[in-house]
């Protein structure tokens, strides 16, 4: 068989590792390894899809409880960059599931470049959501090439700007805070607290997630060096690549929830 | 700690997993990084049994407190304040402590001992040895959530010695997100149950994959013993259940941080939803505590009267069963703080769940009948689980029946109704299977009589201490109460004296153990006469488990038809008849 | 509530016990020690019983069933374990279906008694109860607040008088943490949730059959020299139930709460209706002045961590009026008006050195404006730079203190 990545060969072997690899000594065979490592890992899905739903639990419950809280708050929300962030999880989820096939038909290379796309696509998401979403709402702040601030045009104040004008101050604009921190002067509903509570708590486990998911990516791309993964051997990859179509399914869920619906 | 003792005396055995790998400090590596199943069963067994110890001291400590009842007396000193530092001035210091005691007994019984005690322990050791496998379906996962284990522990200890907790070990809100405002304790004891709440979930889902996937060839669902059907439900209950405690507890731990006001009613949150949270997952771990301990009483049972077991199908459904139903029922423990409907609901509900319970129970005495019934320990243990977990099941009773929880709820009857099936069930049936595989695990037998003996002192001081309860809470004694009036004194010194037999009866089975392991006689490899697949691996069993892969060849309870494997009439006087005539039988 | 405190204490121990241990009576009397106060309570009770039979008798029937099994069928020599079926369909189906019944009946009568007990009857009067750390207190429908006390040991607790044979709908909130109402001899109980209204009805009969019937001192001389009464020394004796005979029921918090949860008792009273009336008037607030106010105040809600004779959870009364104190942060201040006023409020602002805030977070719905006025009087009262109000050299705390040691 040839490979298409070059590698130094092991002493005395001139296969890549996934071709030596063993399954562990209780196992009857390979095959009866990576199923049950898949199982396994369907039922730890199965676990943080409950996880996440005690946050739709919360955000059901309390927009049964304040709907109007519930329908300012999603309008503050900017669905542009929700949207954005989406459809960029959507497609790094595709990467994600190109790359284990190429590791099934040996195409390393393309393989470990998919993944790094993937990386990519979740940073992109993280940087959105806090220097896009975070940062403004909680402090003030505007990125100074954040396209939003054209709408703020009038209420920028030029004063308070910081890092030689990296960070632009838009008055009357941060504060939205959960609970007791809450401190966004035009608010109208009593209850935007809880929203923004709700708010915070969803994404802030799900960002979590995702660093988490890029965590494993990132591991996969620095074995997939070392040529560890295979057509015969890419587990991990399987996995990790179930981890992150589930951050994925659990943000195409949050995304409507929080910024669509009004 | 006791392992590097027990792998020291395992050398006599060569070959078998306590034989130590090298020198003490190589053993002793070999124990913290091994992957092995019966290793970090063992390990988690003593860490379990260490927990279980300093719980029960703080039974103790609550029990000496109710010896008298704390009120304020009239010259405005105060009596009774046991707890309490010499210099307290107020009454309110006493509180406290007690407080602090019953939250920490409460805590550690639940989170570190009852909830992993049975499958973190006895389950690892023994589940792969009886499906025929080598290991779990994920070792190092194994050795991964014996540290979670270790690390959520270290948190709870972490909060002990910094003065320790008020909550309860509900850690209801409002409360819990606004007592002791300026300290990390209440966090880091949250934090102690989420991260056990982690180990939990990976034990679970690492025994549900290996009942799958790792079944011995020609071993079908239906030719696996009951403890296995007993710990693979309780693992699928942990996997579902525990999630929602896990975001509940994290969500609990922002509030006190940052003040999110999910729960928090002065920011328009909800500690109701709370509630809600908490008892979806509390209410099916309960069953979590007790379907692993209903696995070893249905194994115990049918061994020690070499008996094929009752209803073999109904008894494994049921475990499903309950695991199902159990997560429908968790509103029966807010029937005052919700509305009349949903209460109504949830108590329809809970007798639901009542109904596989009282079939097992059913099927086990049916397996008695025409039995050859021993009177070893193990199965003098099941049979007081019998007679306890009848009890503690047949209270939860008045506590589903809508009207009469009105007046039961949190009071005393419920804290007896739960020692009765968390005691009473559960830690009775650790004893039964500790008493059952000791001797395979160790590879030494205990003294017979003096473990029997102090079976007994176990079940009458458990009866004198909580049987008493429940006429305390029926009388009006509410529960979490430091100070109480005096009518009910009578009964609570009752119980407090019986909370000091249970010690006595503790001690006794601590030295039984020891006296074990030190001199105890060689076991034999398959002393009480099993035929479910343990008993074919070695007396302690090899690291590998078995020489060969076993085949599954008979059904775990075909006493009609089997020969035990590596039966020896010596350790187990049988009439040498029934041997003959169970050989002619077979083959 | 009478409770049987002995349980030896059987009555007739001796010659009918045979009698006795099958009597419902009996079992009734060892399990709840007394009467219920409710023909409602009653029912639960004979729900109770009926459960407690049918336990029993599943119970034992299960158990004498092991023991035989386990005597006949124990080992021994040269007896093998004799074959029998492991499964039988008729007899399994038999003991799911009997058991399925016997639980589908206990919950439709469970049920049914429930919603007895929970809807409240169209001519309850309503009235206002409130739960803090760590007491209670009753607004009436005359908006006259619940001020007597009594106490158990030494601790006061707030006394509750209502009318018997009247249902009465508690509209319940917390000003903090959950709590909940316990009143046994009813066998009801409700939590009480901070930002939410609970509701709970409770109707009294007459005195029922085994109950104690108490006697309101008919003078004040009288309740002087009753520990019963003797929260009611001075002019807090009421004239208006002079004679009057009532029955005596604890109110316990069933919801922990936090250090003194085991202490949030309170006594209901409940009298002949025909009293109710005047009884309403007589604690109606307009005619008190703010002396009397703050010290009823002072009893039913602050005693709890404010002594006037040494130091508690809360820095203690006597001499803190006009007095200069030090304060957490290193400050110094003069207990003035205002700052009392301010401490109250705002508790958490400056804290006493040596303490740590526990004051229930104020509201306009604990503490009036008239409250404070009064509290402020009070303390006046018992302070030695009091002004005018105070006493001329160590003061004599004005309700009966001076006999403690
Ligand atoms: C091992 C743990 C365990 C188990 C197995 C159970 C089993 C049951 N529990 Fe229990 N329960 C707890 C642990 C457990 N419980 C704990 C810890 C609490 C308190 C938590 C807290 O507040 O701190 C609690 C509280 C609790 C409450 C809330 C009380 C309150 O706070 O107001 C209720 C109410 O319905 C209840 C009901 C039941 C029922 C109906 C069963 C049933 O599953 C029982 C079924 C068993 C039987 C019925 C007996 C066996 C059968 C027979 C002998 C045959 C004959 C029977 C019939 C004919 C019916 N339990
Ligand atoms: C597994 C669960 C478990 C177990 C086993 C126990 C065991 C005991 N419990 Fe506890 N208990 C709870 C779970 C448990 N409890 C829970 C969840 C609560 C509620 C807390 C709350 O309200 O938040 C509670 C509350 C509770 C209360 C009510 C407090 C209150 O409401 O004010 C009381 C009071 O009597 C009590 C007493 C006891 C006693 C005397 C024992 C005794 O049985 C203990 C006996 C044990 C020993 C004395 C230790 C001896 C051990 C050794 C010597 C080690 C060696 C052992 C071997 C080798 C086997 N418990
Ligand atoms: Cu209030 Cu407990
Ligand atoms: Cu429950």
Sequence with gaps: MTTMNPQKPLAGESLPKWRLYRPGHHWRSADDEFEASKFGFWLFLATEVLLFAGIFCGYAIFRAMYPEAWAEGSRLLDWKIGGANTVVLLISSWTMAMSIYCFQVDKQKLARQLLLITFLGGLFFLFAKLGFEYMPKWTGYFLSFDPALSHHHGEIDAAQAKFGGLLQFVEGYGGKRPGKWFDYPFAQSPHMPLWWGIYYCGTAIHALHVIIGMTLIARAWYRAGKGCYGPTHYTFVECTGLYWHLVDLVWIFLFPLLYLIH | ?587 | MHVTSNILNMSGLGDSLLLNVFGNRFWHEQWFGGPAASASAQEADDMYMWLWWFCVAWFVFLMVLMAYFVVAYRRRPRVIAQRSAAHNVPLELAWTIIPTLFLAYIFFRGFHSYMDRVVSPGNAVEMNLTGWKWSWKIEYPNGAESTAQTVIGARPVPVFYVPAEQPIKLRMNSMDVMHAFWVPDLRLKQDVIPNRYTTMTINFDKPREGETVHTYPATQELADNDPKYREFAGNLYNKALAGVEYTEHHVFCAEYCGTEHSEMAAIIRVIPPQYFPEYLESIGIGSKTPLEIGQIVWKSKCASCHNIDGANTGPEWRNLYGNEHEYTDGSKFVADDNFIRESIREPGKHIRKGYTNQMTPWSENLLPEKHVLGVIEYMKSISNKGGAAAPESAPAPATGEAEKK
């Design chain 2, 1 to 587: 700690m006791s392992a590097a003792h027990a792998a020291a005396h395992g050398a006599h055995h060569g070959g078998s997993y306590l034989t130590p790998k090298g020198g003490f400090i190589t053993t002793v590596w070999d124990w913290m990084t091994t992957v092995d199943h019966k290793k970090i069963g063992v390990m988690y067994l003593f860490a379990i049994l260490f927990m279980f110890f300093l719980g029960g001291v703080a039974a103790l400590v609550v029990r000496t407190e109710l010896w008298t009842p704390t009120r304020t007396t009239e010259a405005g000193t105060i009596t009774g304040q046991l707890l309490a530092p010499a210099d307290a001035k107020s009454v309110a210091t006493g509180n406290d402590w007690y407080n602090r005691f019953f939250t920490l007994h409460g805590a550690i019984m639940v989170f570190m001992v009852i909830v992993p005690s049975i499958p973190a322990s006895l389950g690892n050791f023994f589940l792969p040895l009886m499906l025929g496998a080598k290991d779990v379906a994920f070792p190092r996962l194994n050795l991964l959530s014996w540290y979670i284990y270790v690390i959520g522990s270290m948190f709870a200890v972490g909060s002990i010695i910094g003065n320790g907790v008020d909550t309860g070990w509900t850690f209801y809100t409002p409360y819990s997100t606004t007592t002791d405002p300026n300290h990390w304790r209440v966090v880091f004891m949250v934090t102690a149950a989420f991260v056990l709440g982690f180990s939990s979930i990976l034990t679970g889902l690492n025994f549900v994959v290996t009942v799958h996937k790792l079944r011995a060839p020609g071993m079908g669902w239906f030719d696996m013993p009951l403890f296995v059907w007993a710990v693979y439900s309780s693992g699928v209950i942990q996997v579902l259940a525990t999630p929602v405690i896990g975001i509940t507890l994290l969500l609990l731990i922002f509030e006190r941080l940052f003040n999110v006001g999910i729960f928090d009613p002065a920011l328009g949150g909800d500690p109701v939803l709370y509630q809600h949270f908490f008892w979806f997952y509390s209410h099916p771990v309960v069953y979590v505590m007790i379907l692993p301990g209903m696995g070893i009483i249905s194994d115990v049972l049918a061994v020690h009267s070499q008996k094929k077991i009752f209803g073999y199908r109904a008894i494994a459904y049921s475990s499903l069963g309950i695991a199902g139903v159990s997560f429908i029922v968790w509103g029966h423990h807010m029937f005052t703080s919700m509305s009349e409907v949903a209460s109504a609901v949830f108590s329809g509900l809970t007798f639901l769940v009542a109904i596989p319970t009282a079939v097992k129970v059913f099927n086990w005495i049916a397996t008695l009948y025409k039995g050859s019934i021993s009177f070893t320990t193990p199965m003098v243990y099941a049979l007081i689980f019998l007679f306890l977990f009848s009890i503690g099941g047949l209270t939860g009773l008045p506590l589903g029946t809508l009207s009469t929880d009105l007046h039961l709820h949190d009071s005393y009857f419920v804290v007896a109704h739960f020692h009765y099936v968390m005691m009473g069930g559960t830690i009775m049936a650790i004893m039964a299977g500790l008493h059952h595989w000791w001797p395979k695990m160790f590879g030494r037998m205990y003294n017979q009589f003096w473990a029997t003996t102090a079976a007994i002192i176990v079940f009458i001081g458990f009866n004198v201490t909580f049987f008493t309860q429940f006429f305390l809470g029926v009388r009006g004694m509410p529960r979490r109460y430091a100070s109480f009036i005096p009518e009910f004194q009578d009964y609570h010194r009752i119980s407090t004296i019986g909370s000091y037999i249970l010690l006595v009866g503790f001690l006794l089975h601590l030295l039984v153990f020891l006296h074990s392991l030190v001199v105890g006689r060689k076991a034999s490899q398959n002393p009480w006469g099993g035929l479910t697949m343990e008993w074919e691996a070695s007396t302690p069993p090899s690291e590998h488990n078995f020489e060969h892969e076993p085949l599954c060849k008979h059904g775990p309870y075909d006493y009609d038809t089997t020969v035990p494997p590596g039966w020896d009439p010596k350790d187990y006087p049988i009439p040498a008849e029934n041997l003959r005539v169970a050989a002619a039988v077979g083959h």
